[in-house]
């Protein structure tokens, strides 16, 4: 995973800054696909949760467009 460096020069990690890795995705077209991972680990994570508690996931307004995102989500 690249790396940046802040104002300061001190090397920010994409692995500890998401910020990082969603811009890095963004230079190199690969934001759409970050997207679909990050929704998929999402739902993956969340199974056992307990049920009637609500799950909120931030996704690109792009998202809505994918075929993946309109199926069922349980």
């Known amino acids: 995973m690249r790396n940046r460096t802040n104002s300061t020069q001190k090397t920010i990690s994409a692995n500890e800054n998401p910020y990082v890795m969603f811009n890095i995705a963004e230079e190199t077209d690969l934001l759409f696909e970050l997207d679909r991972i990050c929704r998929k680990r999402s ?3 969340a199974k056992g949760i307990p049920e009637g508690l ?3 996931i931030n996704i690109l307004p792009s998202t809505i467009q994918d075929p993946e995102f309109k199926g069922n989500c349980h």
């Open 54 to 56: 609500k799950l909120f």
């Open 43 to 45: 739902l993956i994570n």
